[in-house]
C-alpha cells in the first residue's frame, strides 16, 4: 500500500511540473517603417491552445522609412501549446503573409469574444515610463488641389482622408469644417511635426477655443 501512495505521489508531482513548466510565447510581425513597436499584453490558455494579444505602436517623431520586423516574447506557466495571436493597432493594408493564427483586430471591443472561457495567464506589467499623451486641439485645412471633384488622385473624399490621418498620428475622430476644407481633432502633441509634414496639408493651427 505504500508503495503504491508513492507511486500516486510521484506521479502526481510529475503532472504539477508538466502543467507549470514554463513556455515562450512569441510574436514577430513586418511593419511599414523603424518607428513601429510590438508588445505582448495578455496571454490566454485554454485546453488546446495559448491565445496571445498584442498591441502595435508607433512611436511619435520621424523614423527610418524601410519595411522592418519587430518582434516580442515573454515566458507563461502553461503546457506547450500552438498560439494563436490577436493584433491590435494594424493600420497598413497590406498583408503581412501570416499564417492563420494571426489575427488583426480593429477595434479592441472585439476581443471579449475571442478570448472567452480562456484563462488569464499572463499580463503585462504597466510601463511606469510611460506617460499619457497631451492632446492638443488643431484645425488642419488642406490643400484644394488635391482634390477633383471631390476625391484624391487616391479616391479618398475630405472626411476619409481626414480620417485616415486622424487614425495614423493616434487623433481623435475628426470634427468636418468643409467650408474651409479642413476638420478639427485633437492630436498628441508629440505627432504634431508629422501633421504638420503631410504633404496634403495647406497649414495648421492651434484652436484657441480649447
Known amino acids: 500500500m505504500k508503495n503504491i501512495l508513492k507511486i500516486f505521489a510521484c506521479l502526481s508531482l510529475a503532472g504539477n511540473w508538466v502543467h507549470a513548466q514554463d513556455s515562450t510565447v512569441s510574436v514577430q510581425l513586418g511593419v511599414p517603417d523603424g518607428g513601429w513597436k510590438i508588445r505582448i499584453d495578455q496571454v490566454y490558455q485554454t485546453p488546446t491552445h495559448l491565445l496571445a494579444v498584442s498591441k502595435l505602436e508607433r512611436s511619435p517623431g520621424p523614423a527610418i522609412q524601410v519595411i522592418s520586423q519587430v518582434k516580442d516574447s515573454v515566458k507563461v506557466k502553461a503546457p506547450k501549446l500552438p498560439v494563436r495571436h490577436y493584433v491590435l493597432g494594424k493600420t497598413w493594408n497590406w498583408s503581412n503573409g501570416k499564417p492563420e493564427s494571426y489575427a488583426f483586430l480593429s477595434d479592441p471591443k472585439e476581443l471579449p469574444k475571442k478570448v472567452a472561457g480562456a484563462k488569464l495567464i499572463f499580463q503585462a506589467k504597466a510601463n511606469p ?17 488635391i482634390f477633383t471633384k471631390g476625391k484624391t488622385k487616391q479616391g479618398e473624399t475630405l472626411r476619409a482622408i481626414a480620417k485616415r490621418h486622424c487614425k495614423e498620428l493616434g487623433a481623435s475622430s475628426p470634427d468636418m469644417l468643409e467650408i474651409i476644407n479642413g476638420f478639427v481633432a485633437k492630436f498628441p502633441a508629440g505627432n504634431v511635426p508629422r501633421l504638420k509634414a503631410l504633404p496634403e496639408v495647406k497649414y495648421i493651427e492651434m484652436d484657441q477655443a480649447f
Open 129 to 145: 515610463a510611460t506617460k499619457v499623451a497631451t492632446m492638443v486641439t488643431y484645425i488642419v485645412v488642406y490643400k484644394k488641389d
